[in-house]
């Protein structure tokens, strides 16, 4: 690697990027962090060297030698070119997760695991390595329930790397089931349900699937043939979309996020009520029960009992 003259800005950015890696580390070689940061050995040492000017002022703005600032090993640098951090400038002291606070976040790391693309890549799996370590005390055990979209996932994202397209049995409301070969090009998540978006070939066009009702999921040797096609929005309006009204009131409206992206609302008071369009009727049990009873699904009365057999069934796990 040739060496070539680091600007001002590039050095700053390095250092701030190699006091964390090196204590991460723990102990590395000057080669390897001049490889991890595409830098030669020479100007590697030069900057852990610099490292030992730079700290943290002490009361009225003065360094308080030797505590705030970082140091070396400087025999293992000098004759193992090894780097070691042997004062950190009280970095070990920042603010650290309480154990729910890591439990918290595990949950949502174990949740993005499942997102094909995002939980083979190992950076997910890291992440929650480091959060474990990092909690101020042990996080309880986190375990995410699988869902019935679980083996539908896995099989979607097989399909998404290898480039072929499945087959599928599709349950819509009120309709008999098909049979769909679909060659797959995003899955999402959204207000808690799963989509898997693409070129249907029995419908000849790019549609949305929910993935609750896919069952009997396949491989098959079909290659992808329509991945160039442009995927529509999630939500974009279609013509079986059901009108629905929601209640609940106005300081929530945040809260309902894109349900109410496109919607009439009409206030009256601290309540307001919404008129919009969904997918259908199965679609609002889940906002309905997360928010504790603050939205009122007023119509349809399909769209109101699926929301009350939800709730019963999540308050029947605790008896």
Not at 34 to 63: S, Y
Not at 156 to 172: I, K, N, P, W
Not at 232 to 239: T, W
Request: aromatic residues 6%; hydrophobic residues 45%; negative net charge.
């Amino acid at each position: 690697m040739s060496a070539r003259p680091l600007h001002a800005t590039e050095r700053a950015a390095l250092l701030l990027q190699l006091v964390p890696y090196l204590l991460g580390k723990g102990e590395v070689s000057v080669a390897e962090a001049a490889d991890e940061f595409e830098v030669t050995p020479d100007q590697m040492r030069e900057m852990v060297q610099k490292l030992t000017v730079i700290g943290r002022p002490g009361e009225g703005g003065f360094w308080q030698l030797p505590n705030d600032l970082f140091d070396i090993d400087w025999d293992l640098l000098d004759e193992r070119d090894l780097i070691v951090i042997t004062n950190s400038v009280g970095l070990e002291r920042a603010p650290r997760l309480t154990a729910r606070e890591a439990a918290a976040l595990l949950a949502g790391l174990q949740l993005a695991a499942t997102l094909p693309g995002v939980g083979d890549s190992g950076t997910v799996q890291n992440l929650i390595v480091k959060l474990a370590r990092g909690a101020a005390s042990a996080p309880a055990e986190v375990i995410v329930a699988p869902g019935p979209v679980d083996d539908v996932r896995v099989t979607v994202a097989e399909a998404l790397r290898r480039g072929v397209a499945v087959s599928f049995t599709y349950q819509a409301p009120d309709a008999a089931p098909t049979t769909r070969t679909v060659d797959p090009a995003k899955v999402h998540i959204a207000d808690g349900q799963w989509y898997l978006q693409g070129w249907c070939h029995m419908r000849q066009g790019m549609r949305t699937f929910h993935l609750e009702r896919v069952s009997e999921v396949a491989l098959t040797e079909i290659p992808v043939s329509h991945s160039g096609e442009p995927v529509p929005q999630l939500f974009e309006p279609g013509a079986g979309d059901v009108l629905a009204r929601v209640r609940y009131p106005r300081q929530i409206a945040p809260l309902l996020g894109e349900y109410l992206s496109g919607a009439q609302i009409a206030a009256a008071g601290e309540l307001a009520t919404a008129t919009m369009r969904v997918a259908d009727e199965q679609s609002l049990k889940r906002v309905a029960t997360r928010l504790g009873g603050d939205v009122e699904v007023l119509a349809p009365v399909g769209a109101r009992r699926a929301a009350a057999a939800w709730a019963a069934a999540g308050l029947a796990q605790y008896r």
